[in-house]
Nanobody, 118 residues
Framework: QVQFVESGGGLVQPGGSLRLSCAAS????????IAWYRQAPGKQRELVAV???????NYQDSVKGRFTISRDNAKKTVYLQMNSLKPEDTAVYYC????????????WGQGTQVTVSS
């Protein structure tokens, strides 16, 4: 069983940057795809980016070129570098196991709030 603790969120101005971290406990993460998801107020949770077991990264169209997902299996940590942030990126960000089809299959952590506002 893998559990996650997300951190690194905060308040940032449009155009700014943040780096989110997702620390896993329990099993090794090397055998799993890990994804970042986000949920904005009044909206459904959506997939933002995925890092596969083979190190391939995939992104939602709206964040391509701005966000970078990476992983350190030895540290059991996944990162999300977010640049050129926009107000529409405001959401609670979560990480979780991903099944290859965009769906999560682990437990949700508490997430980390990202607010982009001037």
């Amino acid at each position: 069983q893998v559990q996650f603790v997300e951190s690194g969120g905060g308040l940032v101005q449009p155009g700014g940057s943040l780096r989110l971290s997702c620390a896993a406990s329990g099993s090794s993460i090397s055998m799993y795809n890990i994804a970042w998801y986000r949920q904005a107020p009044g909206k459904q949770r959506e997939l933002v980016a995925v890092t596969t077991t083979g190190g391939i990264a995939n992104y939602q169209d709206s964040v391509k070129g701005r966000f970078t997902i990476s992983r350190d299996n030895a540290k059991k940590t996944v990162y999300l570098q977010m640049n050129s942030l926009k107000p529409e990126d405001t959401a609670v960000y979560y990480c979780n196991l991903e099944d290859g089809l965009g769906h999560h299959f682990g437990s949700w952590g508490q997430g980390t709030q990202v607010t982009v506002s001037s």
